[in-house]
């Protein structure tokens, strides 16, 4: 059974004056922190999640949801971190006693089985959980998120590794029973729940006593470091004696010690964060088994690289750095400090003496070499250059390595200029580095300030990634909008650095161009398209993104429309526990041509494809889709509120809405019921169709489904047609053009 954090000076009594004197105050304080928590039931709940969030949670504040509430899916904060290699979801479930316990210092033992919160969000991960339209809407947003980045984890093509992990946190004792259920977890997780590309983890709970000491040595994580005072073994190399660049070996555990005080904030001017559980990180965890190891670790390890303000090369075997930055190397230092870590989380009984070797060797013997650069002077881009150049271990991504080009540069000022701006986010752990750093934020947006991009708890931000595949299928290049394409040079220079003709938009609505061909010459002209485009294709790739379901919620919404149509299917299938579908049953139920489930496979299958639908339908209605017609798109209701910041979320579901709700809502059960019609026309080929997600994006299926659209717009003044199209609030809508939805 794992064992909580021994330490031998914490008792009881501490934690209780703890309690007393700190917790209780510091969560009061927290009530008013800046978190979206909508759906917990007090500012006390509120309170504890802040100061769980703030003291126990080290990620970027931007990548945190909390679900926690009534049908939170056995999530309270969730963090949610992207990156071209590698996506990681961390669950942190918190227990807390009720404020009057805690200002008392009442100090209990928990019975509370941890484990069933962990079983529930897996099954609501897995679709097996009951009734899963019950869940709250964040609790919703972070299930589907989890769901994308699950199919990304599938994907032959490119696959992106997931890793999903659980931790447990109780301001109360842990009882042992519940410690020795979250072991079991632990072994199932790693043996049965985890596959090639998805990993799972389920950590053991971290009870009052460990998180006491966490908090012991806690810190402002927007802090960094103004100096830092390193041994080195040695004599110390430099090619100027105030400039440098100074080359040496340093003593490994001054530099751990440091990142463990400052976690984050010695990472501030690093082209990105932790890349998770990569080859590169077993290998170096590898290299620190054993003291033989750890002794010669410098001979295979590429060390770390670091700037400062200033370099001193002291007389007593030291250097002392000013306001010191990691650029290159956090992996190998994050490697070595859960290294160190792991040995100190057994108790002195419990170690092995190659163990307690080790845990020696690497605090006195290890040595890392060490170039240190000085970057005084202003230049804001010099990190990031000295970053890419000293980077060989684990290679750049053809996303990074474009982070600081040109054109990247012009269209973050272009986003950052329109009346409410966005932030174009280049590369992983960008924001959390410039939301920190004023003078640098101000440099990268013409002298923006952080409160423009804020709208309530959050801020408008966009990534690189997303703008880039959102602009190819807003196009019609529905098959070149991946990843793994867009910043491939023969790409990305033309698509952040070209923009469609005024006249071309009506080419590129009446059928799709061959990318980088001769007529997509004739069609594009120099230039950076306007930030009002870019913003508008976003939207619209947002919104189908998030719009259209996963596998899971299909088949919940065929049986939920099975259940209303007939109430026998209803009786015999609807458990207490959710539907209860075998295979046998599931098999009739998709044999229905009339199930909703082929319509939503078609939406999902062809998500790209329905935004270069919507951008099609704009063109009809609007004309050009120049500066001020999208400005003025963007000013229509349902997309002024995504425009000025608010999520996706906060429009309704089309499905259930009315042609009169808004431009978003007609377009969603427009393009919906196009797909319903391809279904219907072509049913026989798409039931067999092997792989619909790559058959949908074909020249000659875009082409049926723009018919059906193009059917749909012909036709939709007439009442007679458009019943099926037709919500609650529609029954007295007359018009004469589709236009005059868009209004």
């Not at 690289?305 to 200033?310: E, R």
């Not at 980077?391 to 986003?415: G, I, V």
């Not at 409160?451 to 529905?478: H, P, Q, S, W, Y």
């Not at 002024?640 to 089309?654: A, N, T």
């Amino acid at each position: 059974m794992t064992a909580p954090e021994v330490d031998e000076d914490v008792s009881d009594d501490d934690i209780r004056d703890w309690f007393r004197s700190n917790v209780s105050s510091e969560i009061e304080e927290e009530k008013t922190a800046e978190i979206s928590a909508e759906h917990v039931a007090s500012e006390w709940s509120k309170g504890v999640l802040a100061w769980f969030a703030e003291h126990f949670v080290h990620d970027d504040p931007a990548s945190l949801y909390f679900p926690d509430g009534t049908s939170d899916g056995g999530m309270d904060i969730v963090s949610l971190v992207t990156s071209d290699q590698h996506n990681h979801v961390r669950i942190f479930q918190c227990s807390c006693p009720k404020p009057e316990n805690i200002a008392e210092g009442f100090l209990s033992t928990t019975k509370t089985k941890f484990a069933d919160d962990v079983r529930e969000f897996r099954n609501n991960v897995l679709g097996k959980a009951r009734r899963l339209k019950s869940l709250n809407p964040t609790a919703k947003e972070v299930f589907r998120q989890i769901q994308t980045m699950r199919e990304l984890a599938a994907t032959a093509d490119a696959p992106v590794n997931l890793t999903i992990e659980i931790h447990p946190l109780a301001l109360r004792k842990a009882h042992p029973d519940a410690r020795r259920e979250l072991d079991e977890l632990q072994k199932e997780a790693e043996s049965e729940w985890s596959s090639q590309n998805e990993q799972w983890a389920v950590h053991n709970v971290l009870d009052a006593r460990d998180l006491y000491k966490r908090w012991r040595r806690r810190r402002s994580k927007d802090d960094s470091p103004t100096e830092l005072k390193l041994k080195v073994f040695g004599d110390v190399a430099k090619d100027h004696p105030d400039r440098g660049p100074f080359l040496c070996f340093i003593k490994a555990n001054d530099l751990i010690a440091a990142y463990d005080d400052w976690g984050a904030g010695l990472l501030d001017s690093n082209l990105r964060y932790s890349l998770g559980k990569s080859e590169v990180n077993k290998t170096i965890e590898a290299e620190l088994e054993g003291p033989t190891r750890i002794k010669w670790f410098h001979e295979k390890n590429n060390g770390v690289v670091l700037i400062c303000d200033n370099c001193q090369v002291l007389k007593d075997s030291h250097i002392k750095l000013a306001s010191p930055q990691i650029v290159n190397g956090g992996q190998t230092v994050h490697s070595i400090l859960n290294a160190i870590r792991e040995i100190e989380s057994l108790s002195l009984e419990a170690r092995t003496s190659e163990q307690t070797k080790s845990l020696n060797a690497l605090r006195t013997d290890l040595r890392l070499s060490a170039r240190i650069v000085t970057v005084s002077g202003g230049n804001v881009h010099k990190p990031d250059q000295i970053a890419m150049a000293s980077n060989t271990q684990n290679k750049l991504s053809e996303r990074t390595m474009r982070s600081s080009s040109l054109a990247m540069r012009d269209l973050r000022l272009k986003l950052s200029a329109v009346e409410k701006p966005w932030y174009l986010i280049t590369k992983d752990g960008e924001w959390a580095a410039v939301s920190r750093k004023r003078n640098l934020l101000q440099s990268k947006t013409g002298n923006r300030q952080l409160a423009d991009f804020k709208i309530g708890n959050r801020f408008r931000r966009l990534e690189n990634t997303d703008l880039a595949i959102a602009m190819m299928a807003f196009l019609g290049f529905v098959d070149d909008a991946r990843t793994s394409r867009v910043f491939k040079s023969h790409v990305f220079d033309h698509l952040f650095g070209s923009k469609p003709t005024k006249a071309a938009w009506a080419r590129l609505a009446t059928g799709r161009l061959q990318w980088n061909g001769s007529e997509f010459h004739e069609s594009f002209e120099s230039g950076v398209a306007p930030a009002t485009t870019w913003v508008l294709a976003h939207m619209i790739w947002n919104f189908w993104k998030t719009r259209t379901f996963p596998e899971s919620q299909q088949f919940l919404l065929a049986c939920e429309e099975a259940g209303r149509k007939d109430p026998r299917f209803k009786s015999a299938h609807l458990k207490s526990s959710g539907w209860d579908i075998n295979d046998e049953a599931r098999a009739r139920l998709l044999e229905s041509d009339d199930s909703c489930y082929w319509k939503e496979q078609i939406a999902k299958s062809a998500y790209l494809v329905l935004t270069y639908q919507s951008m099609r339908v704009l063109v009809r209605c609007f004309g050009a889709l120049d500066d001020d017609t999208c400005g003025r798109i963007l000013g229509l209701r349902q997309f002024v509120s995504l425009r000025d910041g608010q999520q996706i979320g906060s429009i309704p579901d089309f499905r259930d809405g009315s042609l009169s709700d808004g431009p978003l809502t007609t377009i969603g059960r427009i393009l919906l019921h196009a797909c319903d019609l391809l279904w219907e026309r072509h049913t026989s080929k798409l039931r067999v169709m092997p792989s619909r997600q790559q058959t949908l994006l074909t020249e000659e299926w875009v082409g049926r489904l723009s018919d059906q659209v193009d059917l749909i717009l012909d036709r939709i003044s007439h009442q007679s047609f458009r019943v099926a199209l037709e919500g609650p609030d529609d029954a007295n809508l007359k018009f004469n053009d589709v236009r005059e939805l868009f209004v």
